[in-house]
């Protein structure tokens, strides 16, 4: 298998740890529908070294059971615990337009309705009730804004830049 192209792939999922004493891992899917990660092929490791085909067997705490291949003690599921995995960009499917991989928006300029810098995203964050996006930069303090479209009504990926209107309290 060819190596994924570091500037065009996007991380699907992450390794959380081993499930049983047969080599199985506890895999945090990281798209829009969890078991979707099984879909896309090979994935990767984020240098490129090592690839796995995922079999998914079981929903568990806090993510999916599944087999990697060359994966077949705990041991060995243990030790790729915080690995995350990658899939080559072509792999994924077109979003409609008013969706983004998060790995889209990490760096977009971020202004104001008037014009005003307000850094750059520099995190996109989901704790289960809608995205987050972070913004810093600039010396001044990161700001949390919820990512909808009352407070992100533009994104336009081709100019490298977000429109954010402030919540009142923030502006």
Same mark, same amino acid.
């Given at each position: 298998?060819?190596?994924? $192209?570091?500037?065009?792939?996007? +991380?699907?999922?992450?390794?959380?740890?081993?499930?049983?004493?047969?080599?199985?891992?506890?895999?945090?899917?990281? +798209?829009?529908?969890?078991?979707?990660?099984? $879909?896309?092929?090979?994935?990767?490791?984020?240098?490129?070294?090592?690839?796995?085909? &995922?079999?998914?067997?079981?929903?568990?705490?806090?993510? @999916?059971?599944?087999? /990697?291949?060359?994966?077949?003690?705990?041991?060995?599921?243990?030790?790729?615990?915080?690995?995350?995995?990658?899939?080559?960009?072509?792999?994924?499917?077109?979003?409609?337009?008013?969706?983004?991989?998060? %790995?889209?928006?990490?760096?977009?300029? %971020?202004?104001?309705?008037?014009?005003?810098?307000?850094?750059?995203?520099?995190?996109?964050?989901?704790?289960? %009730?809608?995205?987050? /996006?972070? &913004?810093?930069?600039?010396? %001044?303090?990161?700001?949390?804004?919820?990512?909808?479209?009352?407070?992100?009504?533009?994104?336009? @990926?081709?100019?490298?830049?977000?429109?954010?209107? /402030?919540?009142?309290? /923030? $502006?």
């Amino acid at each position: 298998m060819a190596k994924p $192209d570091p500037d065009n792939q996007l +991380c699907v999922g992450a390794i959380t740890g081993s499930f049983g004493v047969r080599g199985e891992v506890r895999l945090k899917s990281f +798209c829009a529908e969890p078991t979707a990660i099984a $879909d896309y092929g090979a994935v990767y490791t984020e240098d490129g070294s090592r690839s796995f085909s &995922i079999t998914l067997t079981r929903p568990v705490a806090g993510g @999916l059971g599944a087999r /990697l291949t060359g994966v077949s003690t705990m041991e060995e599921a243990e030790a790729l615990r915080g690995t995350s995995l990658f899939v080559s960009r072509d792999k994924l499917p077109s979003l409609p337009d008013d969706e983004y991989y998060h %790995a889209d928006l990490i760096g977009l300029e %971020a202004r104001d309705v008037g014009g005003v810098l307000l850094g750059k995203v520099t995190a996109v964050h989901n704790h289960g %009730a809608g995205d987050l /996006l972070e &913004i810093g930069g600039g010396g %001044a303090a990161s700001i949390l804004l919820p990512f909808t479209m009352a407070t992100v009504p533009t994104v336009d @990926l081709k100019a490298g830049r977000i429109v954010v209107d /402030l919540p009142e309290g /923030l $502006d």
